[in-house]
């Protein structure tokens, strides 16, 4: 059973950094890809990012394009999601998600949560004005 595990969450003034660290039990390159969800309360899970761990390709929804980047650690097993400039309407719990089996990874529609199988537990970002 593959876990993953976020950490970095936190609070932060808007304009502000952080970066979520995603952990995986099991080797990354094997999980073909690994995409970023965020929740706010009364709210419907989002897709945020996703990274295919072959070609590191990438893709972000409209609202973080050139504010938040994803990257991938195969040495570390660990998925990163920088986030700068952060504005108080990307506050949400953040969670990690990957499917299964891996080669169910979606190659359209990436940002939807059905698609995915194996979640993290989360991590909140706060981010005041």
């Known amino acids: 059973q593959v876990q993953l595990v976020e950490s970095g969450g936190g609070s932060v003034q808007a304009g502000g950094s952080l970066r979520l660290s995603c952990a995986a039990s099991?080797?990354?390159?094997?999980?073909?890809?690994m995409a970023w969800f965020r929740q706010a309360p009364g709210k419907e899970r989002e897709g945020v990012a996703v990274?295919?761990?072959?070609?590191?390709?990438?893709y972000y929804t409209d609202s973080v394009k050139g504010r938040f980047s994803i990257s991938l650690d195969n040495a570390k097993n660990t998925v990163y999601l920088q986030m700068n400039s952060l504005k108080p309407e990307d506050t949400a719990s953040y969670y990690c998600?990957?499917?299964?089996?891996?080669?169910?990874?979606?190659?359209?529609?990436?940002?939807?949560?059905?698609?995915?199988?194996?979640w993290g537990q989360g991590t909140q970002v706060t981010v005041s004005s």
């Open positions: 998600a990957a499917p299964m089996p891996p080669s169910l990874c979606p190659s359209i529609r990436w940002y939807r949560a059905e698609a995915y199988d194996v």
């Open positions: 990274i295919y761990t072959g070609g590191r390709s990438t």
């Open positions: 099991t080797y990354t390159y094997s999980l073909n890809c």
